[in-house]
């Protein structure tokens, strides 16, 4: 059974800051992960999208990074905002077409920048 | 381009009352799913199906049914609700390939009194 945590569940930091946000699995066969944005009481907006045999997908300030053997990736947000204030959730996919179609979610990691 | 629409958007039960929330996306995905979202819990899978004609059980299926109507819709129905099943819930679609994205419809929030 997959298991995905985000640690920590709950991060502030001053603007201008970089910072790291992690997610861990305890299944390594997986076909990619996705990194979301919600903002509070909206719906979800896609990031970054990792294959599984990626290691790395940047857009503009975010870098998302894939260790699938140490079940690990980790989002870095360079130069924080006051407008990256949002909760950030990492979701797992095993595989397609069959049973294995599952998309497993972390319970995300609530960030807090600092003006 | 439409995308996932989800409806209704907001919804009030009383215990023991049914409903079917709908689902249909125009993206021609195969795979359709169903999450619950309730504070501090992240999105919980109740339901999934890899393509048309099937569906099977996510983390939390208790309490609730769903049906592939056809390749672009998907519904989850609550036969007798219950004030545990308050909740955001939303659904989702993707395609096959290694760099499809999981798209999400707005989400139905729904209390059960």
């Known amino acids: 059974k997959q298991e995905v945590t985000q640690i920590p569940a709950a991060l502030s930091v001053p603007e201008g800051e970089n910072l790291v946000l992690n997610c861990s699995f305890t299944?390594?066969?997986?076909?990619?992960l996705q990194w979301f944005r919600q903002d509070p009481g909206k719906g979800l907006t896609s990031l970054l999208l990792i294959q599984s045999s990626q290691r790395e997908q940047t857009s503009g300030r975010l870098n998302a990074s894939l260790d699938k053997s140490s079940g690990r990736s980790t989002l870095y947000i360079a130069a924080s905002q006051p407008g990256d204030s949002a909760t950030y959730l990492c979701a797992v996919r095993r595989g397609y077409g069959n049973r294995d179609d599952k998309i497993i979610f972390g319970k995300g990691t609530r960030l807090h920048i600092l003006p | 381009n439409a995308g996932v629409t989800q409806t209704p958007k907001f919804q009030v039960l009383k215990t023991g009352q049914s409903m079917t929330l709908q689902c249909a996306q125009d993206?021609?995905?195969?795979?359709m799913y169903w999450y619950r979202q309730d504070p501090g819990m992240g999105l919980r899978l109740i339901y999934y199906s890899a393509s048309e004609g099937t569906t099977d059980k996510g983390e939390v299926p208790n309490g609730y049914n769903v049906s592939r109507l056809n390749k672009r819709e998907f519904s989850l129905r609550l036969e007798s609700a219950a004030p545990s099943q308050t909740s955001v819930y939303f659904c989702a679609s993707s395609g096959r390939s290694l760099n499809s994205p999981l798209h999400f419809g707005n989400g139905t929030r729904l209390t059960v009194t």
């Open positions: 299944d390594s066969a997986i076909y990619n």
């Open positions: 993206m021609n995905h195969n795979s």
